[in-house]
């Protein structure tokens, strides 16, 4: 009996203590060298505690380290390891829109912008008044090439109040590459003989848009072939299915007049 008693206390003793090997215990650590901006030591504990991360630790308690192992890998510009844990986190917390604007914002920084799109819209979707995440969307459709909408996030992020956004170009800043050819034109629509040009008419709206129109400003400002068949002419019945888009979709004048105005859509042939 004294021997069992004797082998039970010699390996209380020499086993680790359990708050060593812990959630808690590797959050403690993580929280410190974080406070000490040694990032790589703080994902590395915030990934520890995550692996012995236990139901009775709390939802929140994970989300959270998930939060900040994402801010230390972003720190250190590892955005595959911040993609990663952000995703994990958006699954614990589909509706956090700070959290869709971190991913948004890492996508970009790997150059997937059209992902950082969906994730920034979605933010916005959550609260219209998303001023971090409109300047983020214009970022990203300015590295698309995509002056228009980048003009109008920039303009709305400027709205909200954010200053730093009210002098942003929409243009995306030259590479130095050669300059991409203009488009080949629709020989359904650029008929020497027929009014109707679809380059010509979105040569008219670009312009409007450079001289600081709105899109629903620019698309009613178009003159309409039905009572003006010149050159350049646009059909009335786009500016109506742009108006119908807004009115039927609830979606915002950018949207609708990426629907309406691109080549191919019906409305812009000849009836």
Same mark, same amino acid.
């Given at each position: 009996?004294?021997?069992?008693?004797?082998?039970?206390?010699?390996? %209380?003793?020499?086993a680790p203590p359990v708050f060593a090997e812990?959630f808690a215990s590797w959050m403690k650590d993580?929280?410190?060298?974080? /406070?000490?901006?040694?990032?790589?030591?703080?994902?590395? *504990? !915030?990934?520890?505690?995550?692996?012995?991360?236990?139901?009775?630790?709390?939802?929140?308690?994970?989300?959270?380290?998930? =939060?900040?192992?994402?801010?230390?890998?972003?720190?250190?510009? &590892?955005?595959?390891?911040?993609?990663?844990?952000?995703?994990?986190? %958006?699954?614990?917390?589909?509706?956090?829109?700070?959290?869709?604007?971190?991913?948004?914002?890492? !996508?970009?920084?790997?150059?997937?912008?059209?992902?950082?799109?969906?994730?920034?819209?979605?933010?916005?979707?959550?609260? %219209?008044? !998303?001023?971090?995440?409109?300047?983020? /969307?214009?970022?990203? !459709?300015?590295?698309? $090439?995509?002056?228009?909408?980048?003009?109008?996030?920039?303009?709305?992020?400027?709205?909200? $109040?954010?200053?730093?956004?009210?002098?942003?170009?929409?243009?995306?800043?030259?590479?130095?590459?050669?300059?991409? =050819?203009?488009?080949?034109?629709?020989?359904?629509?650029?008929?020497?003989?027929?009014?109707?040009?679809?380059?010509?008419?979105?040569?008219?709206?670009?312009? *409007?848009?450079?001289?600081?129109?709105?899109?629903?400003? *620019?698309?009613?400002?178009?003159?309409?072939?039905?009572?003006?068949?010149?050159?350049?002419?646009?059909?009335?019945?786009? /500016?109506?299915?742009?108006?119908?888009? &807004?009115?039927? &979709?609830? %979606?915002?004048?950018?949207?609708?007049?990426? &629907?309406?105005?691109?080549? $191919?859509?019906? *409305?812009?042939?000849?009836?």
């Amino acid at each position: 009996m004294r021997l069992a008693t004797l082998t039970v206390a010699l390996l %209380i003793a020499l086993a680790p203590p359990v708050f060593a090997e812990s959630f808690a215990s590797w959050m403690k650590d993580a929280d410190k060298a974080s /406070r000490r901006s040694r990032h790589a030591r703080a994902a590395e *504990c !915030y990934g520890n505690a995550l692996r012995l991360w236990k139901k009775g630790d709390g939802g929140d308690a994970k989300l959270e380290a998930l =939060k900040a192992k994402a801010s230390a890998h972003a720190v250190l510009k &590892q955005w595959p390891d911040a993609l990663r844990d952000l995703t994990e986190a %958006i699954r614990l917390a589909s509706k956090d829109k700070d959290l869709l604007l971190r991913r948004g914002r890492a !996508y970009a920084e790997t150059g997937r912008e059209r992902k950082a799109i969906t994730d920034l819209s979605a933010a916005i979707a959550l609260d %219209i008044d !998303y001023k971090e995440a409109y300047l983020a /969307r214009g970022r990203a !459709y300015q590295k698309l $090439g995509d002056k228009k909408f980048a003009k109008e996030d920039f303009g709305h992020a400027c709205e909200l $109040g954010l200053t730093d956004a009210c002098s942003l170009p929409a243009r995306p800043k030259p590479t130095g590459g050669a300059p991409r =050819k203009p488009a080949a034109e629709n020989p359904e629509t650029a008929d020497a003989s027929d009014p109707l040009d679809a380059p010509a008419c979105f040569a008219f709206l670009d312009k *409007c848009f450079d001289e600081g129109d709105s899109f629903g400003s *620019c698309v009613s400002k178009l003159d309409p072939c039905e009572k003006n068949p010149v050159k350049g002419c646009c059909p009335d019945a786009c /500016r109506k299915a742009f108006a119908k888009s &807004q009115e039927e &979709q609830g %979606i915002s004048e950018a949207e609708a007049f990426r &629907q309406v105005f691109r080549r $191919g859509n019906p *409305c812009l042939k000849r009836r």
